[in-house]
């Protein structure tokens, strides 16, 4: 009798065990969480295990993270005056793991620690963040800033936010951790061979002519994809935008910065004032060699006006590859701009197409005239990258890098840049050079079509009437 008692005992005692942990370990799964939030109302024993000294956790702590994931591109970081615009695995540098892009304010840029969340998890203790201006900052109060993490031992992190000492872990908005595949450093087959980043639009900028034959021009060229940080545009350029983006040729990344602060509309703050260079240009330059640094084999960074033109290649690719077998080491190249001033017109007018009278803004066609650049001032480069070869850039340099920079001589490639006058030279003093008419056939009925699908065409014309002329 004595026994078989002693057994039921024991029998109740493991069911009894059995069960709690059966609790236990259906209370530690975040699926939990989502159907049985009440459960963790009665749940206080969870926030013990935070220490106290680098995460306030508020009263009502919930173990799933992230609390809040951003709806928009640039975030205030609260409790400061900074703002955070993403964040990307990045293991390139000894001791570090992430490096989140933002937007600080020189003048009060204090101590922060990362925090991360684990696969639905917070990370219960904090790793210090290491904060590294940008050395361009023009005067400007505001900075590009990258702040370097480190992921705590057994995370397999996936957000991450910044805290500032003695401020609640809900109240911050976390981060998306992107390109984050870790297996392998060598992506051998990208997606695109070739992503243009076009930094900041804004104003009511309404060139819709110009900007169709760049962008068609570039697909000529073997460009793949053409990203673009939007604070906003004219009416008709927003229309073939949007076109653009159904097909899936263009990226347009919203960039309302001046929700937060008071962009710039010039280069240097004793001049221009404000609170950062042109519309935060340096931080989406940067931002845009993360976005496709596992996607794209090369990078541009380019204005919106500029096309990197190959003079002895038929498009980009033949001359990257020659360019990158003659220079192996190289993951940085700069390219000289030269100007075409629009108000110089080419005589013949056989590219003065008669449907495309009424699109707003300026036809490439018409300006062969270019200026020879004065080479005993600064003269301007723009940036052909491998962007797993930048760490930070500028809009005429990289700042910090690890291959070789290699400046391709002129007359291989250089940026046709058709635009108000540089110089000021008579006419008989530029060179002419009609290296965009080698274009011509593909490239007027391509942009025929694109204005045709916007509505922007005059109707009744064709690309067919302008062959006529030719
Ligand atoms: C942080 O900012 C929030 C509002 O965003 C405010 O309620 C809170 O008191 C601030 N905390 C500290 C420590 O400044
Ligand atoms: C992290 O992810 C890997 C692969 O998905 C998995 O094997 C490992 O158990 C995970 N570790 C933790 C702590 O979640
Ligand atoms: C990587 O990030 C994407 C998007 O945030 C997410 O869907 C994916 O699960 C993440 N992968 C890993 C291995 O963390
Ligand atoms: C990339 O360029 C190569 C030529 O160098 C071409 O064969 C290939 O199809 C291109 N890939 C893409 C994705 O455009
Ligand atoms: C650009 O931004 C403005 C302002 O937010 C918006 O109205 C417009 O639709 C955007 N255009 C595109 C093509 O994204």
Redesign the pocket.
Known sequence: MDRCKELRGKFIFLLLTAFIFIILAAVKSPQTYKSFPWMYKSISWRSKSIPKKSIRVPHNYQPVCPLQTPAQTIIPLKNTTHLLVSAYMDQRLKDWDVRIIGIFRRDSIQPLHCVFCCNGWFYSTSTPAKIIQHTDNFGFPYVTTDVMCQIPQDC?A?YVTLLPDSVNVADQTFL???N???SGTEVKKFQFNITVCISNLFGDYNNVLQFTQTLEMYRLLGVGRVVIYNTSCGPDLDRLLHSYMEEGFVEMVPWPIDHHIKPSRGWLFSEHGGDIHYFGQLTTLNECIYRYMDRSHYVLLNDIDEIIMPYQHSSLMPLMNTLQQQHPKAGVFLIENHIFPKIHFEPSGKFHLPQWKGVPGINILEHIYREEPDRNIYHPYKIIVKPRAVEQTSVHTVLKHFGEVFRVPPDVCRIVHVRVALRNLKLEQHNVDTRLWDFHQKLIPNVDKVLRRVGLLKSGADGSDGQTHI
Do not use: S
Request: net charge positive.
């Open positions: 397999n996936t998306p951790i992107r984050n595949k870790t």
